[in-house]
Structures are given as structure tokens and as C-alpha cells.
């Protein structure tokens, strides 16, 4: 079982250049999340699709854009990058949102800007 | 706005020790509550959960008992191993359409033989 795929692993940017994270999903979930987590913070929203078309933005935004084209795809867009970006991304999915649906991570993309 | 709050780390343990690691939270109505669990180099998995007051989510010998009196889930076990050397995260959801999950800053354990 798939479940939630990100690519890739690891990647080195230099500062200002772009680059694009990938996630998909193979579990028909409406509703994806972009988290990126930092030592010691937890895990914070970048941002999130409630479905194909419709994104919104979470609690950090700013540096990052989104798609949501495909019910399975959900890429992460760094336009100009910054050494502020360096961080570990994890995508998720799920059935539904609020409530006792539980979230399904990726592995996550572990990515350094410098 | 929601919040939570868990003890911070690392926590070293020997083999066999009881495990508690600490978890407020802070929520209008009535959310729900997630442990999490990240292996090195993985991404996060979904240990237990617990929907209502009263509740006990429980997973792998890991339980935790969802407290609405104390706005507290906190996550015990009464033998840990070597392999539960991991990150935990104490998560809430609020009730509320839209609204992702809420995360604890994550607690480090450490379990050695």
C-alpha cells in the first residue's frame, strides 16, 4: 500500500533558486495538508486542498505556493528560495477534516537552502 | 486560539521502565486527541487516538486516557523497548470543518538495553 508518496527525499538548493515538492496519494482522500516541521517546533500548516481546485493558506505561509489540480496530487512550489526554508516538508492526507479522522503522513522531503 | 502543550525531552529510559510523557491542551468545544509517532528518518504515524471524554485510545501497549477535567491525554506504557526509541506528538482536532490538526512540539524518548 502506497498511501501518501513525497519526492524527493533530500535536495540542496542555493539561495533563490526554485524547485517543486511532490506529493501524491493513492487513498481517493478529498482533503491535503503541507506541513513543515522544525527542530524542537513541532509541526506547523503551510497550507491545505479541501479537494481539486481548492487551497488555503495555514499558519505559515509565506515563500510557498500550492496547486490542487487532481484529487491525488498536491505540490509544494518554493519560488525564491531562502536559508529560512530549510526544513523537513511532510504532506498528508485524509478522509475529512476536524473530528476523529486521522491524518496519513508521508515521509517526508528533508530540504537545505544554502 | 487551540494549543497544545507536552513535556519536553528527551526522555531516557532503561528497557522494561514505565513511560509517562505528558500532554495538555487547550480547545473551545470538545476535540479530538491524537498521539503520533515518528521513527528516525519516517514520517509521522497515528499511535491512538480518542474522540469524547473518558475515552481511552490504546495501541502497541501505548494508552492514553482522554481527561476533560484536566484538558489532559497523557501517553503511558508500562514496559518500554528498545524499538519505542522515537519523536511523540500529542495532537488535537477541533470539531470544526476545516480545521487541520493542532501539534505538541514533539518529545524525544530514548530507550536503552
Known amino acids: 500500500n502506497a498511501g501518501v508518496t513525497q519526492t524527493p527525499k533530500f535536495r540542496i538548493l542555493k539561495i533563490g533558486q526554485s524547485m517543486t515538492l511532490q506529493c501524491t496519494q493513492d487513498m481517493n482522500h478529498n482533503y491535503m495538508y503541507w506541513y513543515r516541521q522544525d527542530p524542537g517546533m513541532g509541526l506547523k500548516l503551510i497550507y491545505y486542498?479541501?479537494?481539486?481546485?481548492?487551497?488555503d493558506k495555514g499558519e505559515v505561509p509565506n515563500g510557498y505556493n500550492v496547486s490542487r489540480s487532481t484529487t491525488e496530487d498536491f505540490p509544494l512550489r518554493l519560488e525564491l528560495a531562502a536559508p529560512s526554508q530549510t526544513s523537513v516538508y511532510f504532506c498528508?492526507?485524509?478522509?475529512?477534516?476536524?473530528?476523529?479522522?486521522?491524518?496519513?503522513f508521508g515521509d517526508g522531503t528533508r530540504l537545505s537552502i544554502l | 486560539g487551540d494549543s497544545v502543550t507536552q513535556m519536553e525531552g528527551p526522555v531516557t529510559l532503561s528497557e522494561e521502565a514505565f513511560l509517562t510523557i505528558n500532554c495538555t491542551y487547550t480547545a473551545t468545544g470538545y476535540p479530538s486527541l491524537f498521539w503520533y509517532v515518528q521513527y528516525p528518518g519516517e514520517g509521522l504515524q497515528l499511535l491512538l487516538k480518542?474522540?469524547?471524554?473518558?475515552d481511552k485510545g490504546s495501541n502497541k501497549g501505548f494508552e492514553a486516557t482522554y481527561r476533560k477535567e484536566t484538558t489532559s491525554f497523557h501517553l503511558e506504557k508500562g514496559s518500554v523497548q528498545v524499538s519505542d526509541s522515537a519523536v511523540y506528538f500529542c495532537?488535537?482536532?477541533?470539531?470544526?470543518?476545516?480545521?487541520?490538526?493542532?501539534f505538541g512540539k514533539g518529545t524525544t524518548l530514548s530507550v536503552s538495553s
Open positions: 486542498s479541501v479537494g481539486a481546485g481548492i487551497t
Open positions: 480518542a474522540t469524547k471524554a473518558d
Open positions: 498528508a492526507s485524509s478522509y475529512s477534516t476536524g473530528g476523529s479522522q486521522p491524518q496519513h
Open positions: 495532537a488535537l482536532s477541533s470539531n470544526q470543518a476545516g480545521t487541520a490538526l493542532i
